[in-house]
């Protein structure tokens, strides 16, 4: 069952979220060689004060999974500004790492692909890291498909 995000629900999300960002440094500061000026308490903290404001929004789309929270998505509706039409972006998605395999990510998915039909975007995409092959797996799975690639290098090191 799908529902809204709740006050209540905030000590569960915080320890997924930052599990996710603690990821996502590991992977950027070894793409950048550089240490990151964060951390994933800071940014969690940062985020969860953002998933509360989408939620009063009615260009984004945040539900959880389950009465006690299974999962969470996040999604928001962008304009692309090459082609000016709306297009539905899957955000961020989570699942609690006992609740995988279960197809929690599936039923967040197919609620957040309702509402963007509902919203009448033009097309879906999601950003997700190379380094993370399960959930480049989710994805394809409901029907997304490598278009592009981002490439990160080291930033410029001084000679002084």
């Keep these: 069952m799908l529902r809204n995000l709740l006050a209540e629900d905030h000590a569960t999300v915080q320890v997924w979220q930052e599990d996710y960002v603690a ?10 060689q550089t240490t990151a000026q964060n951390t994933p308490l800071q940014v969690a903290e940062r985020d969860w004060e953002e998933l509360m404001a989408a939620t009063t929004r009615a260009d984004q789309f945040v539900q959880v999974y389950g009465e006690k929270p299974l999962g969470i998505i996040y999604g928001r509706i962008r304009q692309d500004p090459y082609l000016g039409l709306p297009i539905g972006q899957l955000s961020w998605i989570y699942v609690d ?3 995988r395999g279960l197809g929690v990510a599936d039923h967040l998915i197919q609620g957040l692909f309702s509402w963007f039909s509902e919203q009448g975007v033009a097309g879906r995409e999601v950003f997700v890291t190379a380094a993370n092959p399960a959930a480049v797996r989710v994805y394809e799975r409901h029907g997304f498909q490598v278009v592009d690639h981002r490439m990160l290098g080291p930033g410029i090191q001084s000679d002084s």
Excluded: C, F, G, L
């Excluded at 990821?23 to 950048?32: L, S």
């Design 23 to 32: 990821q996502h440094i590991r992977w950027w500061e070894n793409a950048y």
């Design 97 to 99: 790492p006992e609740s």
